[in-house]
T-cell receptor, first 114, second 117 residues
Framework: KQEVTQIPAALSVPEGENLVLNCSFT??????LQWFRQDPGKGLTSLLL???SQREQTSGRLNASLDKSSGRSTLYIAASQPGDSATYLC?????????????WGLGTSLAVNP | GAVVSQHPSWVICKSGTSVKIECRSL??????MFWYRQFPKQSLMLMAT?????????EQGVEKDKFLINHASLTLSTLTVTSAHPEDSSFYIC?????????????FGPGTRLTVT
């Protein structure tokens, strides 16, 4: 059974720091992995999607890497800003085709302090 | 980009009444839509997967007669919470996948906060 774990559960950093959020999964047979951001009481915003054949994706100050063999993904946030404060969720998709179920981690709650 | 809307954004209802939540894909066609619920400080829990024109597939432990899902078109899915009770109070989020999309990316709505009194 696929399980997704995110470490740390919470993180508080001063503005400007570079930081790394970790996501691990138990079954390396994934189709893709997606990082999301959720603001309090809000829906989810997709940040980066990495297909199983890819090693990393970048968008602005965000970089996500994927190592399928070790069951790990990291989300790197450069030069963090107070506006980055949110919960970051990692989710893996197990199969291609119509069953597009995502398996979710519990998230990392990030606070960037001015 | 792909935009998904939900209506209403929040609703308060009395115990025993039914509540309908709409999920729309605004600028794309979605063959598959997903309904999640989220309790405070917890991650998303998939409730059901719906494909346009067919019956929804419910996750284990989710009562299909209580949470009615209708995916009548490629841009609209509805979730009806029937005979709501206070324990149904939660944050309900829908997501949609692009029709024919091979990337598998899901686009999420802003969520609906349901409070049952």
């Amino acid at each position: 059974k696929q399980e997704v774990t995110q470490i740390p559960a919470a993180l508080s950093v001063p503005e400007g720091e570079n930081l790394v959020l970790n996501c691990s999964f138990t079954d390396s047979a994934i189709y893709n992995l997606q990082w999301f951001r959720q603001d309090p009481g809000k829906g989810l915003t997709s940040l980066l999607l990495i297909q199983s054949s890819q090693r990393e994706q970048t968008s602005g100050r965000l970089n996500a890497s994927l190592d399928k063999s070790s069951g790990r993904s990291t989300l790197y946030i450069a030069a963090s800003q107070p506006g980055d404060s949110a919960t970051y969720l990692c989710a893996v998709r197990l199969t291609a085709g119509n069953n597009r179920k995502l398996i979710w981690g519990l998230g990392t709650s990030l606070a960037v302090n001015p | 980009g792909a935009v998904v809307s939900q209506h209403p954004s929040w609703v308060i209802c009395k115990s025993g009444t039914s509540v309908k939540i709409e999920c729309r894909s605004l600028d794309f066609q979605a063959t598959t839509m997903f309904w999640y619920r989220q309790f405070p400080k917890q991650s998303l829990m998939l409730m059901a997967t719906s494909n346009e024109g067919s019956k929804a597939t419910y996750e284990q432990g989710v009562e299909k007669d209580k949470f009615l899902i209708n995916h009548a078109s490629l841009t609209l899915s509805t979730l009806t919470v029937t005979s709501a009770h206070p324990e149904d109070s939660s944050f309900y989020i829908c997501s949609a996948s692009l029709a024919g999309g091979v990337g598998g990316e899901q686009y999420f709505g802003p969520g609906t906060r349901l409070t049952v009194t």
